[in-house]
């Protein structure tokens, strides 16, 4: 059994290091809007954020988390500086029924074992530079910020299609983060020390955790 143990953490160690993608950037400074800015406040109820994630043996799952509060500053038609606030206890599936571990899951998710929504109840992103962008899929903008989860911050960059109209604004983005480089691993730690079970476990879990951010703000 110990050998097979050992068999099976030495593969799971092969798979990972084929997949390690790197997401995370230099984090940058905040930007700040000017003085005659228009400044939307995001409203929670209207956005959504959902998420997505799987095993390595194609399971899938994805769900929600809920927007606390956030901002986007405006000078004239051009996106300046924004921010939003995830709660992080709001996790919710939306793939599983109670009867299928739904209930389950989200505890875990939850849990020291991933997010640790107890000592961490909040994640944060803040805009640190916009570029205007044209492309095919009708991305009008490429937004770069630096990404808070766990207490733990790095830059990301993704294309978003950006909205302004009389009654407010909106704005859409997908990205993709690798767990790793924020701290979400099974059991807490990314220690070499740590546990066979909690090594295999992580190992059997895709690095990559995919967000869909779509806000809705008025002045």
Known sequence: MKKLILVLAAAAFLAACGESKKTAEATQEVAQAGTDAIVYSIDPAASKVLWAGAKKMDVQHHGTVQLNSGSLAFEGDQLKAGNFTIDMTSIANEDLTVDMGQTKLIGHLKS???????SFPTAHFE?????????????THKIYGNLTIKDQT???????????????????????????????VWGGSQETNKGV???????????????????????
């Not at 805009?127 to 991305?139: C, F, K, M, N, S």
């Not at 059997?204 to 703000?217: G, P, T, Y």
């Open 197 to 219: 079970v909690d090594f295999l476990k992580d190992n059997l879990l895709q690095d990559m955790i995919q967000f869909n951010v779509q806000l809705v703000a008025h002045q």
């Open 154 to 184: 790095h830059g990301i960059s993704f294309p978003a299609i950006i909205n302004q109209t009389e009654a407010g604004t909106t704005a859409q983005a997908q990205f993709e983060i690798n767990r790793n480089e924020w701290g979400i």
């Open 112 to 118: 020291a074992d991933f997010f640790m929504v107890d």
């Open 127 to 139: 805009i640190t530079r916009v570029e205007p962008l044209e492309t095919e899929d009708g991305a």
